[in-house]
Nanobody, 114 residues
């Protein structure tokens, strides 16, 4: 059974940092571009950052210069380092392929206080 497990969220003050992890079990991330997404109540899920199998990264404008996505294929894990967090970054963060081809995990809640 394929499962995505996100972790690392929490409550942090504005300006703080968090490092999120996304691990897959029952499958592999190898060869597959992976994205980190976020969603807040009443809003559509939006792509935050993505990384190809070769390590090419792309970022949404609203996180450029603050967030860094990376991956460890041997561990089937993708990371999101989030620095200079803002209250508007508050959301549930999830990971998946760019085609949403894996079952969504529970996500991890990130709350940034002002």
């Amino acid at each position: 059974q394929v499962q995505l497990v996100e972790s690392g969220g929490g409550l942090v003050q504005a300006g703080g940092s968090l490092r999120l992890s996304c691990a897959v079990s029952g499958s592999t991330f190898s060869g597959i571009p992976i994205g980190w997404y976020r969603q807040t109540p009443g809003k559509q899920r939006e792509l935050v950052a993505s990384i190809s199998d070769s390590g090419t990264t792309n970022y949404a404008d609203f996180v450029k210069g603050r967030f860094t996505i990376s991956r460890a294929n041997a561990k089937n894990t993708v990371y999101l380092q989030m620095n200079s967090l803002k209250p508007e970054d508050t959301a549930v963060y999830s990971c998946n392929t760019l085609l949403f081809s894996l079952p969504w995990g529970q996500g991890t809640q990130v709350t940034v206080s002002s």
